[in-house]
């Protein structure tokens, strides 16, 4: 039987071995499965582990795994206050006019904020994507 990665010349295609490993890492890769559970599983159960550990609502845990945007800071606040009566329509009247003074140096820096925390997100999401692919392959490496 011929060798597929061996030319008619008897040269090895270098190429074709390379795409051939690729190929073998891409299909492990996608197969990995721990403990039974695809790696999206493995990752949000160690990610409520982590949440847990930290004592992150519940909630806002539910919003970053289906990527919802309301987890993140947002420039626009609602204006409330705690008085009653006149007082409190005074007070509402005095924030409403004196917010877009202060968004001028709030807006800024919560937006840096805000891009801060969904690059942050994004990184952990992909460490423990590998790390879970790496614990999986590291299992499957064990059962042989």
């Known amino acids: 039987m011929a060798d ?3 030319a008619k010349d008897g040269r090895v295609d270098v190429a074709r071995v390379m ?3 690729r190929e073998g890492i ?3 890769r996608d197969e990995a499965f721990f403990d039974g559970t695809p790696a999206e599983e493995s990752v949000a159960r160690r990610l409520k582990v982590l949440a847990d550990a930290a004592e992150l609502d519940d909630e806002v845990l539910e919003r970053l795994l289906r990527d919802d945007p ?3 800071l ?4 609602r204006i409330v206050t705690h008085r009653t009566g006149l007082s409190k329509a005074f007070v ?3 924030k409403r006019l004196v917010r ?8 800024p820096v919560v937006e840096r904020q805000r891009q801060i925390n969904l690059y942050l997100l994004h990184v952990v999401q992909a460490l423990l994507d590998e790390t879970t692919r790496l614990h999986q392959a590291l299992a499957k490496l064990k059962e042989r």
């Open 19 to 21: 795409e051939a490993l």
């Open 70 to 72: 309301r987890w993140n």
């Open 74 to 77: 947002s420039p626009d606040y």
């Open 100 to 107: 877009p003074l202060v968004r001028l140096y709030t807006d």
């Open 92 to 94: 509402l009247g005095l």
């Open 26 to 28: 891409r299909k492990r």
């Open 4 to 6: 597929p990665f061996v």
